[in-house]
């Protein structure tokens, strides 16, 4: 059995300074973020509570960097799903959605919060993408502080 990983880079969305130097980051302030709405300008996030975590802040400001040039920008998810429920089912921090609602449709992906300076295994991140895998949804591996990584891990017989 042989197994694919690909992964593509997002970046948190920064406020720009007032020098245009044509980089391809977002133009939203921390204070437009979506902490105290349930969507900020772009339609970006919903939250069930108008405190979101900071985990949940840190997901919706996330925007593609590295992938295919229609999504490069584009905002990760819509809908962020961190509860007990979350947990308990899928056995992650937050459940990633790409609509407003996480009724409008399956999920992307599963999102693990990983600490800082804390090393992860080759078999602990393959287990991860194993678990994704079977919810057909992708891994999202992040700090509080960092980028982003996202994987998708497909096995194949051979």
Same mark, same amino acid.
């Given at each position: 059995?042989?197994?694919?990983?690909?992964?593509?880079?997002?970046?948190?969305?920064?406020?720009?300074?007032?020098?245009?130097?044509?980089?391809?980051?977002?133009?939203?302030?921390?204070?437009?973020?979506?902490?105290?709405?349930?969507?900020?300008?772009?339609?970006?996030?919903?939250?069930?509570?108008?405190?979101?975590?900071?985990?949940?802040?840190?997901?919706?400001?996330?925007?593609?960097?590295?992938?295919?040039?229609?999504?490069?920008?584009? *905002?990760?998810?819509?809908?962020?799903?961190?509860?007990?429920?979350?947990?308990?089912?899928?056995?992650?921090?937050?459940?990633?959605?790409?609509?407003?609602?996480?009724?409008?449709?399956?999920?992307?992906?599963?999102?693990?919060?990983?600490?800082?300076?804390?090393? *992860?295994?080759?078999?602990?991140?393959?287990?991860?993408?194993?678990?994704?895998?079977?919810?057909?949804?992708?891994?999202?591996?992040?700090?509080?502080?960092?980028?982003?990584? *996202?994987?998708?891990?497909?096995?194949?017989?051979?």
């Amino acid at each position: 059995m042989g197994t694919t990983l690909s992964s593509w880079l997002f970046m948190r969305r920064r406020p720009r300074d007032s020098s245009d130097d044509g980089d391809e980051e977002a133009s939203t302030s921390p204070e437009d973020s979506c902490a105290s709405r349930t969507q900020d300008a772009d339609g970006a996030a919903y939250f069930a509570d108008h405190f979101p975590s900071p985990l949940s802040r840190h997901l919706c400001s996330l925007r593609y960097r590295r992938t295919s040039a229609d999504k490069v920008n584009s *905002i990760v998810c819509r809908y962020v799903a961190e509860d007990m429920t979350t947990q308990q089912t899928y056995g992650c921090h937050a459940h990633l959605y790409e609509t407003a609602s996480p009724d409008e449709s399956h999920g992307a992906a599963l999102a693990w919060c990983v600490e800082e300076g804390a090393p *992860i295994s080759a078999l602990s991140l393959l287990s991860l993408c194993r678990v994704a895998n079977s919810c057909r949804k992708k891994t999202l591996l992040t700090s509080l502080h960092g980028e982003a990584l *996202i994987l998708t891990y497909t096995a194949t017989l051979t």
